[in-house]
């Protein structure tokens, strides 16, 4: 038991130094806080990063409620939006309706113009064979009493 115990203490040992070589290895990578704390500067530094750890996640904290604040300003301006385009489609799609009502009863006005007309076209086609027709008759009955006086 007291052979196993000493050899952890061994392998602690061996492991500090380890550990102590690389931080010296390294030692500029850091920052002077964590030198500090590395040193063993005391617990005024180690406070201190505690504290500006605390201060770090208060501050992301309040970003991310105003990221989430914008966020939530965004989506009501582009829903705010979307309604307004939509009321505008809306009033658009109202519009075609009464246009294509509109094209509807033009047409038919049209086409019963179209049919009146042809219809007082066929009646004047009509009304001139009547007259041709006349015309011949009274010509012939003119031609007959010249006839007649002869």
Same mark, same amino acid.
């Given at each position: 038991?007291?052979?196993?115990?000493?050899?952890?203490?061994?392998?602690?040992?061996?492991?500090?130094?380890?550990?102590?070589?690389?931080?010296? @290895?390294?030692?500029?990578?850091?920052?002077?806080?964590?030198?500090?704390?590395?040193?063993?500067?005391?617990?005024?530094?180690? @406070?201190?990063?505690?504290?500006?750890?605390?201060?770090?996640?208060?501050?992301?904290?309040?970003?991310?409620?105003? &990221?989430?604040?914008?966020?939530?300003? @965004?989506?009501?301006?582009?829903?705010?939006?979307?309604?307004?385009?939509?009321?505008?489609?809306?009033?658009?799609?109202?519009?075609?309706?009464?246009?294509?009502?509109? &094209?509807?009863?033009?047409?038919?006005?049209?086409?019963?113009?179209?049919?009146?007309?042809?219809?007082?076209?066929?009646?004047?086609?009509?009304?001139?064979?009547?007259?041709?027709?006349?015309?011949?008759?009274?010509?012939?009955?003119?031609?007959?009493?010249?006839?007649?006086?002869?």
């Amino acid at each position: 038991m007291a052979t196993e115990i000493d050899f952890l203490r061994e392998q602690n040992q061996r492991l500090n130094e380890d550990f102590r070589r690389y931080q010296m @290895e390294n030692f500029s990578k850091y920052s002077s806080v964590q030198k500090a704390v590395c040193q063993g500067e005391g617990d005024d530094t180690f @406070e201190n990063l505690v504290f500006d750890q605390k201060q770090v996640g208060e501050m992301k904290l309040q970003l991310e409620s105003v &990221i989430k604040e914008n966020e939530r300003s @965004e989506l009501s301006r582009q829903k705010l939006h979307t309604q307004e385009l939509l009321s505008q489609l809306e009033m658009a799609n109202e519009k075609v309706v009464e246009n294509e009502k509109l &094209i509807l009863e033009h047409r038919e006005k049209a086409n019963r113009l179209q049919r009146r007309l042809s219809q007082a076209e066929e009646r004047a086609a009509s009304a001139s064979q009547q007259l041709s027709v006349i015309t011949v008759q009274r010509r012939k009955a003119a031609s007959l009493m010249n006839l007649e006086n002869i």
